[in-house]
């Protein structure tokens, strides 16, 4: 059966630093990626966010995404740096932090599912997981905003307080390590085991994806692309999964899914980039 969902994070602007002094900026941030992931899948999706409406190459992202969106303003627009070297677009240094959203934020929680997206630990309050759980919808958290802070035992508790009020959850292998100390998927299974969350999709860079769900432990080979840009992959990943998913496919279906989705869309990406032309519709240069 088809379920809808309500996606909630910051839109962010990212401002990509090139090899010849120039600088792009471009609207980033999950709601971005993955709305327009849902728009193409054709799920039903309601997105939440939060920026500075000032920046307008956000709002023309998320006009061209065509979903359903409320946009809660800041003032301040979450904001991440990026340098290009040697022909690829490195690792975000965060510039600036948005205003964090709120259970007062998400009176208006619509479907069966919400799907949390923070960009960094003080993004999403755990109200707003409470409030989810309060309602009966499957929550769905890509743990990258959690994991951006120093790895302190208190930190770690945090985040897993929050992990506590999840159901399914995307991690990358740096931050199983940074959460668990592991990146093995019989011990990740146990550790998020006790946190009550039995469904992870795993991403391991070349190596492919890992979903480890009641069913068992599913390893999706990566499809090779040679691809300079891949921010955004992530994101674009697990709302392919989570689309499967409320589609009605198993943890593994939908792994494979998402990746052979992530490996046509890098391709389509480098085809336009190859032309000349802006990766997403939304994108502008300063």
Known sequence: MSRSVTLVGHCCVDRVHGADGSVLLRAGGVPHYAGATFSALGRSCHI?????????????????????????????????EFTEADGEIGEPRLAAEGDPITSADLASLQGQAVYFAPLTPNDIGADCFEAARASGKQVFLDAQGITRREPTERNREAAHAILALVDVVKVTSAEALWLFGTDEAEELKAA????????????????GSIVISPDGIAHIAERPIDATDKVGCGDVYFASYIDARLGGHAAAEAGRRASAFVSRWLRERSALVAEGELALVGDSAS
């Open 48 to 80: 939440i966010t939060k920026y500075n409406p000032a920046d307008h190459v956000v709002t023309a992202a998320l006009e061209a995404i065509g979903r359903n969106v409320e946009t809660r303003p800041a003032r301040l627009s979450t904001t991440f």
């Open 192 to 207: 998020f085991g006790r946190l009550g969350v039995e469904e992870i999709a795993l991403t391991i860079g070349s190596r």
